[in-house]
């Protein structure tokens, strides 16, 4: 199994500007979350979906930040507009039960850089 | 709400030695699961173990052991043999009944001398 996938590894991008980051779960798996991880916060959920519908979106830190899951291979985290406080690791993780507490599979993480 | 404490930002311990790391929470659930995930520089988030908190026993994972203790809520890990390759961040991580995935700790930076 290719394990969770996530696109691209790196961005880089200036304020202002959209950014969509992507992820494929591992297949069969029910469960996507997306975590930011920076040095401040530590790792956050940001919004956790069950059988491609969104659950919690609690942690999604403002309205810039929306996330969509047409199906169940493909997710997108999407901001707009960046700003540089933004700057962060982004982690998809999928798990095989629509159980929050089943072991969770990350990906490698997207490295955010807003300038 | 949860929470979950690492109190050792960095541990470092001799290859082929034993080390332990912390991790204490925080919750009024009876019934959750506890997690310890591995980062090396990679970033790439590897789960070490998991610990169902209605099991009593300890879980463990070849050279990796938890000491869970419900009543205190403290839940350490034990690498014993340290390997250079154990060399990373070490995350705790609680995920309870609730819509909330994991809650992690700060982390643990284990450094491995040779």
């Known amino acids: 199994d290719a394990g969770v996938i996530q696109s691209p590894r790196h961005e880089v991008t200036e304020m202002g500007q959209e950014v969509t980051l992507r992820c494929k779960p591992i297949?069969?798996?029910?469960?996507l979350f997306w975590y930011r991880q920076t040095m401040m916060r530590g790792l956050e959920l940001l919004i956790y979906f069950n059988n491609n519908v969104p659950i919690d979106d609690s942690g999604m830190p403002e309205d810039r930040f929306s996330a969509k899951m047409p199906n169940a291979s493909f997710s997108t985290l999407k901001i707009q507009p960046s700003e540089p406080r933004d700057s962060a690791v982004y982690f998809c993780a999928s798990s095989l039960l629509a159980d929050p507490t089943d072991t969770q599979y990350f990906g490698p993480g997207t490295r955010l850089t807003v300038l | 709400a949860q929470t979950v404490t690492q109190s050792q930002p960095e541990m470092s311990v001799q290859e082929a030695e034993t080390v332990t790391l912390s991790c204490t929470y925080d919750?009024?659930?009876?019934?959750?699961?506890l997690f310890w995930y591995k980062q090396p520089p990679s970033r790439q988030m590897i789960l070490v173990i998991r610990?169902?908190?209605?099991?009593?026993q300890n879980a463990t994972e070849n050279r990796f052991s938890v000491n869970f203790q419900k009543a205190a809520k403290s839940f350490s890990l034990k690498i014993s043999d340290s390997q250079l390759g154990d060399a990373a961040m070490y995350f705790c991580a609680y995920s309870g009944g609730g819509a909330d995935g994991l809650t992690f700790g700060k982390g643990t930076h284990l450094i491995i001398q040779p």
């Open positions: 297949s069969g798996h029910n469960s």
């Open positions: 919750t009024s659930e009876s019934d959750y699961y």
């Open positions: 610990q169902e908190a209605y099991k009593q």
